[in-house]
């Protein structure tokens, strides 16, 4: 099972290390509504969504099980956002030596 990192327990607190990446996904947020358009928080949302489980899958090399784990989801509910965001499960190598590298990277960045 993945750790949580709970340097920061306080409601409303930032954990430091992802300011950065905040930044720039709100950068990026205002950057594309600047029509002001009503669904845009929504669209966000589900592009961080599709790249964060995109991201997962290839980490894991598609093992569906273990990302779901890492994502907190079921798989069951994991399956459907693959099929929502139309994510193919075959741009997933699935060779031993980049399983094993990346399954060492992920736990290195735990």
Known sequence: MIKENNKFKKKGQLNLEFEPVLNSLILYYIKQNKKKEKSALKNFISLLEKNLIYSVLDITNGNQ??????????????????????????????????????????????
């Open 65 to 110: 099980k273990v990302a779901a784990e890492i994502l907190g989801v079921g798989k069951t509910t994991l399956n459907e956002k693959i099929k929502r965001y139309c994510i193919p499960l075959n741009d997933f190598k699935f060779d031993m030596s980049s399983i094993i590298e990346k399954r060492v990277r992920l736990l290195n960045s735990i």
